[in-house]
């Protein structure tokens, strides 16, 4: 993966190493993740689960109303995906030219404050595991890294829009710190998968991105009604069951995401969601083993795991 390519340049452009992490010889040990709370696992166990498409007339009226809704939107070509912030765009344009530097980067985020914000929040997440949080934007972009920074202004971006619509906060919670912790471990097991680092943990960071667009699709679904509408976490799951891969598809041409979420190989495909599955399984609690994942060992998957979201 080429995702890689222009990470950590230094002040006048030219390569330097990423900045240490939590790792043997980096700033700190390592450290598990925190977890999420118990009423996470039924929504995170709902993810893994292969169940049928339920029968809408079986649901309480706002479920069948959002999910007709965006049924609705999708068939009309009118289901909405947020334009890009000025920073993510900025970003795409810097990275792309060889002769960028660090400052470049700082001064398009922090001409955002509120998203900023938002990145340094999550740049601080348990999940990075630093030794102590980084308190200025500078600071953030080079422990976390070009690539993996972009990846967040896109995370927090998509996050936003479920916050400003009402409704789902605590589930799209819950998608950013499963989002967080699928890039780390992505990170952390990309020569096991067979691909780039930058490439598997901004892979990891965009996994959902489908997931916060059909949420935030509450607020559009509302308006078509003239009425709060208020779905349940049920709704949710069979809203991404039902339409998670034609939203996806629309994100990634809306974003000109492509290189960022390219299939490598099938091999390196296939590895990546077994790993999502065994960190779901893992934050999620679900009973039993975790599933495997094509060429990582076990003992060397549940120390990952252990690692990026805490012992069982």
């Known amino acids: 993966g080429g995702d890689g390519a222009a990470a950590g340049r230094g002040e006048a452009g030219s390569t330097k190493p990423e900045a240490r992490r939590s790792e043997p010889g980096g700033e700190a040990p390592p450290r598990g993740a925190p977890g999420l709370p118990p009423e996470a696992a ?36 009118r289901f909405e995906i947020p334009v890009l912030p000025r920073a993510a765009v900025e970003f795409s344009r810097l990275l792309a030219n060889p002769r960028s530097a660090v400052t470049d980067f700082v001064r398009v985020l922090s001409a955002d404050p509120a998203l900023s914000v938002e990145v340094l929040r999550l740049a601080n997440s348990a999940y990075y595991g630093f030794a102590a949080p980084a308190t200025s934007v500078r600071e953030a972009v080079v422990r976390v890294g070009l690539h993996q920074v972009r990846g ?19 589930e799209s919670q819950w998608l950013s710190e499963l989002s967080l912790a699928v890039s780390n471990a992505g990170r952390l097991l990309a020569a096991e998968l067979g691909v780039d680092p930058e490439a598997a943990s901004t892979r990891g960071l965009l996994v959902h991105l489908e997931h916060f667009a059909i949420l935030g699709s509450v607020a559009e679904v509302s308006a078509d009604h003239r009425r709060p509408v208020r779905p349940s976490c049920a709704a949710a799951l069979e809203g991404f069951r039902r339409f998670g891969r034609p939203v996806r598809d629309l994100v990634v ?22 790993l999502w599955r065994a960190v779901v399984g893992r934050l999620g609690r679900e009973a039993g083993p975790v599933p495997g994942v094509p060429g990582v060992s076990p003992g060397r998957l549940g120390e990952v795991l252990d690692r990026v979201c805490g012992a069982p």
Request: cysteine-free; proline content about 6%; hydrophobic content about 45%.
């Open 253 to 274: 041409k809306a974003w000109d995401l492509g290189e960022l979420v390219r299939r490598e190989t099938p091999a390196a495909d296939d590895g990546f969601v077994a």
């Open 152 to 170: 967040l202004v896109l995370l927090s971006h998509a996050r936003g829009r479920v916050l400003q619509g009402g409704g789902f906060k605590r």
């Open 42 to 77: 039924p929504f995170l166990q709902g993810l893994l689960a292969d169940a049928e498409p339920l029968d809408l007339q079986s649901l309480p009226p706002d479920d069948r109303v959002f999910l007709a809704g965006i049924l609705k939107r999708l068939r009309a070509g």
